[in-house]
Nanobody, 124 residues
Framework: QVQLVESGGGLVQAGGSLRLSCAAS????????MAWFRRAPGKEREFVAA????????YYSDSVKGRFTIARDNAKNTVYLQMNSLKPDDTAVYYC?????????????????WGQGTQVTVSS
């Protein structure tokens, strides 16, 4: 099993920045692709960004491309999501996910492990 714990969420004004972290533990050697998803109030969970084990390639949803950056530090078993130029529409619970596959997928079903989520609130 793999355990994922997110941190770094909080309240920020529009235009501000936050960096989310996702620490993995357990059988981390079995994971390859990692991703961030988010669920906004009243909406379904949606894909945000994904990264392969080597750090490349990366993939982003159109809504965050150019503003968010996903990165990973395999020595620390940690994945990061740097979020800049935040908008009120970015308000959501952000979830970290890990897959045994190396393919970068945007669907939830492609990921085998999930964290509990961290709340990000962007005020206008």
């Amino acid at each position: 099993q793999v355990q994922l714990v997110e941190s770094g969420g909080g309240l920020v004004q529009a235009g501000g920045s936050l960096r989310l972290s996702c620490a993995a533990s357990g059988r981390t050697f079995s994971t390859n692709a990692m991703a961030w998803f988010r669920r906004a109030p009243g909406k379904e969970r949606e894909f945000v960004a994904a990264i392969n084990r080597s750090g490349v390639p990366t993939y982003y949803s159109d809504s965050v491309k150019g503003r968010f950056t996903i990165a990973r530090d395999n020595a620390k078993n940690t994945v990061y999501l740097q979020m800049n130029s935040l908008k009120p529409d970015d308000t959501a619970v952000y979830y970290c996910a890990a897959a045994r596959s190396s393919s970068l997928r945007i669907v939830e079903g492609a990921y085998d492990y999930w964290g509990q989520g961290t709340q990000v609130t962007v005020s206008s």
